[in-house]
């Protein structure tokens, strides 16, 4: 069973550009996450979706992030303008309901 | 909303010595989860804790559930090198899968 892939991997930008992370969650998962790991701190939830909706998004820079999980599977975070302190990994994770998260490996975004 | 917190943020020990550390949440949880970070990776499932006051182990790992569901526990017994990582604590509430994570401490096991 193939886990969940994120890319890229690593991305740099310029302060103002905008980026985008893509995440393939495991099938026959309707939960997935998108997490902000800041170094030596804890993953802090973005949004979370259940199926194609998102149930959770109070955590959610509205005016520059954005969120959208295509037909309850794939997803993409987006980030525009990137402002210096978003550098961070951007993990993304799916689960069966209250299951254990499994996560992908990451996207390093570092922001100049 | 939610915080969970664990202590210590830090711990060194030598090889062969033991390891505790501590999670709290704000509010009471439906069951906690417990993930293994090694330097430079992603978070990796260790275990779920659901029912009251429940005590799992895994080989050297004891974990622990606390009876009024806000507090849990990792132990581990004769830490070796490859125990090295932050370990992190996260907690889901009522019957949605909002995985609330702690603060994390990190290991750093000598020789």
């Known amino acids: 069973e193939a886990g969940v892939v994120q890319s890229p991997r690593y991305k740099i930008i310029e302060k103002k550009q905008p980026v985008a992370f893509w995440c393939n969650p495991i099938?026959?998962?309707?939960?997935l996450y998108w997490y902000l790991q800041n170094l030596g701190q804890g993953p802090e939830l973005l949004i979370r979706?259940?199926?194609?909706?998102?149930?959770?998004d109070s955590q959610l820079p509205k005016d520059r992030f954005s969120a959208e999980r295509l037909k309850g599977v794939d997803s993409t975070l987006k980030i525009q303008p990137a402002e210096l302190g978003d550098s961070a990994v951007y993990l993304c994770?799916?689960?069966?309901?209250?299951?254990?998260?499994?996560f992908g490996q990451g996207t390093r975004l570092t922001v100049v | 909303g939610q915080q969970v917190m664990q202590i210590p943020q830090y711990q060194h020990v030598q090889e062969g010595e033991d390891f505790t550390t501590y999670c709290n949440s704000s509010?009471?949880?439906?069951?906690i989860q417990w993930y293994k970070q090694r330097p430079g990776g992603h978070p990796v499932f260790l275990i779920q804790?659901?029912?009251?006051?429940e005590v799992k182990k895994q080989k050297r790992l004891t974990f622990q559930f606390g009876e009024a569901k806000k507090n849990s526990s990792l132990h581990i017994t004769a830490t070796q090198t490859t125990d090295v990582g932050t370990y992190f604590c996260?907690?889901?509430?009522?019957?949605?899968?909002?995985?609330?994570f702690g603060t994390g401490t990190r290991l750093q096991v000598t020789l």
């Open positions: 099938s026959g998962h309707n939960t």
């Open positions: 996260a907690g889901n509430t009522g019957t949605a899968s909002k995985l609330t």
């Open positions: 804790l659901v029912k009251s006051g």
């Open positions: 979706y259940e199926n194609e909706e998102a149930v959770d």
């Open positions: 509010t009471t949880l439906s069951n």
């Open positions: 994770a799916s689960s069966r309901t209250q299951g254990e998260a499994f």
